[in-house]
């Protein structure tokens, strides 16, 4: 008599491996996606003015106010001004050529200047006890250091205040356009500065500096130290027409 030949179910996979492949996939995925990260615009909190009297004053020279305002239209230091004049405009707060009173009062930055400020930080820090101290000494002594290296580098030059700022301000209703332009007029003022320095003191353009060379970041950080990009953006408020 012939049997039945008995049918088998499907065949089981083996998933023993499983948890290793998912685990690979998870550290492949780990390594090559790449993390937004936030930009920020470097901040430097102003010096300490004894003379309070004259508090408003020191701070309406160290900031170059631009605002555009509902209608698109644009406002620097409370006056009306085309967008074409905006680029000159900054590059004379940044440089302030004459020695205005209004504007930024800068600060010969020399060797001589730099070696005391290093060699006066020295000597607190080597008393300093207490650690905050010690890293608030280390830190002004990196910073004099970079300040006369920028000196080796460049010869003598104009500091501008801690404090300078260019603060940008649009209306509630500014258009993204008219916005664009103003921060492409301000940015393209302290890149031609500093594309003008690069071309006196080094022969070279600014922007033909390789920053994967080492001889070449100290150059650009030496620049930007002379002409460093300080734009502050505010929040937008309502502004209409009559802000004229």
Not at 49 to 62: F, G, L, T, Y
Not at 161 to 168: D, E, F
């Amino acid at each position: 008599m012939l049997r039945k030949k008995r049918r088998e179910g499907p065949g089981e996979i083996n998933a023993g491996s499983m948890a290793d492949i998912a685990f690979l996939l998870l550290i492949f995925f780990l390594v090559t996606t790449t993390m937004d990260t936030d930009a920020g615009i470097l901040r430097l909190l102003p010096p300490i003015v004894d003379d309070m009297e004259n508090i408003d004053k020191v701070k309406d020279r160290n900031v170059y106010i631009v605002l555009i305002n509902d209608a698109d239209q644009l406002l620097v230091e409370g006056e009306p001004m085309d967008i074409k004049d905006l680029r000159a405009g900054a590059k004379e707060f940044m440089t302030n050529p004459t020695n205005a009173e209004n504007l930024p009062e800068k600060t010969r930055i020399t060797a001589a200047v730099c070696r005391e400020q290093i060699a006066f930080n020295r000597s607190y820090l080597a008393g300093a006890t207490e650690d905050e101290d010690r890293v608030r000494f280390q830190k002004e002594i990196d910073r004099w250091e970079d300040k006369l290296l920028a000196v080796e580098l460049l010869g003598e030059f104009m500091e501008l205040p801690n404090s300078a700022v260019i603060s940008l301000q649009t209306g509630s209703k500014t258009s993204y356009n008219m916005y664009v332009q103003v921060q492409n007029e301000l940015e393209a003022g302290i890149r031609e500065l500093r594309e003008d320095l690069s071309r006196e003191k080094l022969g070279r353009r600014f922007s033909e500096l390789n920053d994967k060379d080492e001889d070449d970041q100290k150059l650009i950080k030496a620049i930007r130290m002379v002409y460093p990009q300080r734009i502050s953006e505010a929040e937008p408020v309502d502004v209409s027409r009559r802000n004229q």
